[in-house]
């Protein structure tokens, strides 16, 4: 089956970490620019950071640089937010996505909650 799955968030207190993972099945994500994405109650989606397959080239939000990495294992088929210096801001349901670079297909993980208490 054709798929992302998430794992990782969860409740963690202002100024702390966490890591949310991606695994692809059925799929590799060789080819694929992959992106992090949030959304927040009452706001729309936002793109969080993104990598680029050729040459591994990162973009990020302003509000999270310097404090938020992307990145893609091979080995694992995943990708993968490391998130630090959390601030309650940062509350939100995080969305992986993968899309190939050349047809544009996509994939969507299921969403996990992120939530940063003050």
């Known amino acids: 089956q054709v798929q992302l799955v998430q794992s990782g968030g969860g409740l963690v207190q202002s100024g702390g970490s966490l890591r949310l993972s991606c695994a692809a099945s059925?799929?590799?994500?060789?080819?694929?620019?992959v992106s992090w994405y949030r959304q927040a109650p009452g706001k729309e989606r936002e793109l969080v950071a993104v990598?680029?397959?050729?040459?591994?080239?990162?973009n990020y939000a302003d509000s999270v640089k310097g404090r938020f990495t992307i990145s893609k294992d091979s080995v694992t088929n995943a990708m993968y937010l490391q998130m630090s210096s959390l601030i309650p801001d940062d509350t939100a349901v995080y969305y992986c996505?993968?899309?190939?670079?050349?047809?544009?297909?996509?994939?969507w993980g299921q969403g996990t909650q992120v939530t940063v208490s003050s």
């Open positions: 059925g799929f590799t994500l060789n080819n694929y620019i």
């Open positions: 990598l680029r397959p050729a040459g591994g080239q990162t």
């Open positions: 996505n993968a899309q190939h670079l050349f047809t544009s297909i996509e994939y």
